[in-house]
Nanobody, 115 residues
């Protein structure tokens, strides 16, 4: 079975930083794409950032210049460095992996930006 496990969420003040991590396990194939999505209360889940196996990145407009997505050397881990956090960034952040066998989701890690 394929599992994605997120970590690094928590409470941070506006303007602060947080680093999220996600590790994929249980697959003999590396992910083609890994990404981060978020879902705020009462809102739809939305893409935050994604990265392909080759290193190409894609960011939502609302995080450009503030967030950075990256992978580990083995390409089965993904990180999201979040800087200049705003209250609007408060959400549950979900890790996603697109693998040849299917798409997989983590359980999510909550991020709260509040003074």
């Amino acid at each position: 079975q394929v599992q994605l496990v997120e970590s690094g969420g928590g409470l941070v003040q506006p303007g602060g930083s947080l680093r999220l991590s996600c590790a994929a396990s249980g697959s003999i194939f590396p992910p083609n794409t890994m990404g981060w999505y978020r879902q705020a209360p009462g809102k739809q889940r939305e893409l935050v950032a994604s990265i392909t196996r080759s290193g190409s990145t894609n960011y939502a407009d609302f995080v450009k210049g503030r967030f950075t997505i990256s992978t580990g050397n083995a390409k089965n881990t993904v990180y999201l460095q979040m800087n200049s956090l705003k209250a609007e960034d408060t959400a549950v952040y979900y890790c996603n992996a697109d693998i040849i066998t299917g798409r997989y989701w983590g359980k999510g890690t909550p991020v709260t930006v509040s003074p």
